[in-house]
């Protein structure tokens, strides 16, 4: 029962959709019926500008970070469940919110928070992969892109560094992830419509 419990209480973290809460509550605006539709950091960015978009995307960074962190709570120290798969209950509670109707983000910041978790070097390695892929490519899609790809090979050399199995197959699946819901921009990409950054 408690297994069960605390799985759920990942997803209903990874759930709490910070996008359209921010939104509606200091902007008066359902980011989801504007810019991409999107309920994620970057429409933030566009739709209700830097400061927003800053909030929504560390929000979200932390629900990944408290999901894997929930074993620490006295309730819950005796599961058997690996850290790292409540933060894909989490990751998953991003992409299919329950708080708003299944229709989520593409679990970039939240996999990040995953990430802080649990390896906090490898989370700094990603985040200067993303900024400068950023800085070279000015598509935050496409950064997530190349992250969701070396995310993974970081991971398999820490692996054969240190044995840990269960980060590279769970940043695997995170980028499998990622992946899979920019299947829309990867097409944008290819027909150079995908939109750029102008504040980097």
Same mark, same amino acid.
């Given at each position: 029962?408690?297994? %069960? ?10 759930? =709490? ?10 902007? &008066? %605006? #359902?980011?989801? &019926? ?19 978009? =800053?909030?929504?995307?560390?929000? #979200? =960074? !932390? ?16 599961? $058997? /469940?690996?850290?790292?798969? !409540?933060? *894909?209950?989490? *990751? ?17 910041? $939240?996999?990040?928070?995953? !990430? ?12 200067? @992969?993303? !900024?400068?892929?950023?800085?070279? %490519?000015?598509?935050?899609?496409? @950064?997530?892109?190349? *992250? ?8 398999? /050399? ?5 044995? #840990?199995?269960?980060?590279?197959? *769970? ?14 921009? =990867? ?5 150079? $419509? ?7």
């Amino acid at each position: 029962m408690e297994n %069960t419990i605390i799985i759920l209480a990942a997803y209903l973290l990874g759930s =709490i959709p910070s996008a359209l809460w921010i939104g509606k509550i200091f902007y &008066q %605006t #359902d980011v989801r &019926q504007h810019g991409s539709g999107n309920m994620g950091a970057t429409n933030t960015f566009r739709v209700l500008g830097k400061k927003a978009g =800053i909030v929504v995307t560390l929000l #979200d =960074i !932390l629900k990944g970070t408290a999901a894997v962190l929930l074993p620490l709570l006295p309730y819950f120290h005796e599961t $058997t /469940i690996h850290p790292l798969l !409540l933060g *894909v209950a989490a *990751v998953i509670g991003h992409i299919f919110p329950l708080f708003a109707n299944l229709r989520g983000g593409k679990a970039v910041a $939240t996999s990040g928070g995953v !990430l802080l978790g649990y390896n906090w070097p490898i989370f700094l390695l990603v985040v200067v @992969t993303f !900024l400068i892929a950023l800085k070279l %490519t000015k598509m935050v899609s496409l @950064t997530s892109i190349i *992250v969701s790809i070396l995310g993974p090979i970081y991971c398999l /050399i820490y692996y054969l560094m240190t044995g #840990d199995l269960y980060l590279f197959l *769970v940043v695997t699946l995170m980028g499998f992830f990622i992946f899979y819901r920019h299947r829309a921009n =990867i097409s944008r990409i290819k027909e150079g $419509t995908e939109p750029k950054i102008k504040w980097l």
